[in-house]
């Protein structure tokens, strides 16, 4: 008795309950999942765009000279000229000339035999000089890639994919908020803002893709052949010739190349597992 008057005594403290620490915040990652339509695109568009490059060379290799303005051939000065002198290959840009031999303009293929091409077998569709079936693979691959990227467009205005994950917001434009993309970038920081999927220079560069060298690799395509300047003279006439296309084509194609080996060289360092499920099953984290 004694002892439960003790503890009821007014006079002993009450004990003060212990408060749980709180939780900390989860951190939202970013949403990597694309629709579906964007992921069938990005694959087959992957297929094409290989394709059409590697036909591309073969087509190249007919005659391996650039040069700017309307009309080109071996009288008119070319600013860019892969070929070989004697035993050696060279790559000439501007009057400026590199050694190339067993790369360019001269190598060894498979069975040992000396070869005199700008661009070698392996790099080619397809591997022996064909200049009509290297054309064929490039106008059936060509059909897909334009309409592949016309059907991306369309879709992509109506699932949002555009103006959720690609759009610029008004504060990215900022050249403050740009550099400090490009300093985290050289750091191999590749963190986004909360959510967002892309970086301001993630964004900037696939608009510069999507919007520009695609669809410029589709209209220089048109202007420098044949065919179309014959019957539409006006895709030629926006470049200034039909040498000036090809030459812009030939550029544009290397700078997609360039892209897509960038592309896939920083899924590696960042994320690949995550990225490549979010534009294979679309798996959501």
């Known amino acids: ?23 900390a915040p989860r951190v939202q990652e970013p949403d990597h999942s694309h629709a579906r339509t964007t992921r069938l695109w990005h694959w087959v568009n992957l297929v094409a765009l290989i394709t059409l490059f ?12 650039l040069y700017w303005g309307e009309y080109g051939n071996r009288d008119e000065p070319a600013w860019l000229v892969i070929g070989q002198q004697g ?53 059936f691959f060509a059909w897909i890639f334009a309409f592949g990227l016309l059907f991306f467009m369309v879709f992509s205005l109506f699932n949002g994919h555009i103006r959720t994950m690609i759009a610029m917001r008004r504060a990215e434009w900022h050249p403050r908020a740009l550099w400090r993309t490009i300093v985290d970038h050289a750091r191999f920081d590749f963190h986004t803002a909360p959510g967002e999927a892309y970086n301001p220079l993630q964004k900037l560069s696939y608009i510069a893709v999507i919007f520009v060298m695609l669809p ?11 065919g179309t300047d014959a019957a539409l003279h006006f895709p030629s006439m926006m470049f200034g010739g039909r040498q000036t296309a090809r030459s812009l084509h030939f550029i544009i194609a290397f700078s997609l190349v360039g892209f897509l080996i960038l592309h896939v060289a920083l899924v590696i360092v960042h994320k690949p597992l995550t990225l490549l499920r979010g534009m294979t099953i679309g798996h959501r984290r």
């Open 1 to 23: 008795m004694t002892d439960m008057i003790a503890a009821l005594d007014p006079a002993d403290p009450a004990p003060v309950p212990v408060a749980e620490p709180p939780l």
């Open 54 to 65: 590697m036909s591309g060379l073969m087509i190249f290799n007919a005659h391996p000279r």
């Open 87 to 139: 035993p050696r290959g060279f790559l000439e840009i501007a009057g400026s000339r590199i050694d190339t031999t067993g790369v360019l303009g001269r190598y060894e293929d498979g069975e040992g035999q000396m070869r005199s091409r700008a661009f070698p077998g392996w790099a080619t569709i397809p591997t022996d000089y064909n200049l009509a079936d290297a054309r064929h693979w490039h106008f």
């Open 216 to 226: 410029l690799m589709i209209v220089t395509g048109l202007a420098m052949s044949p």
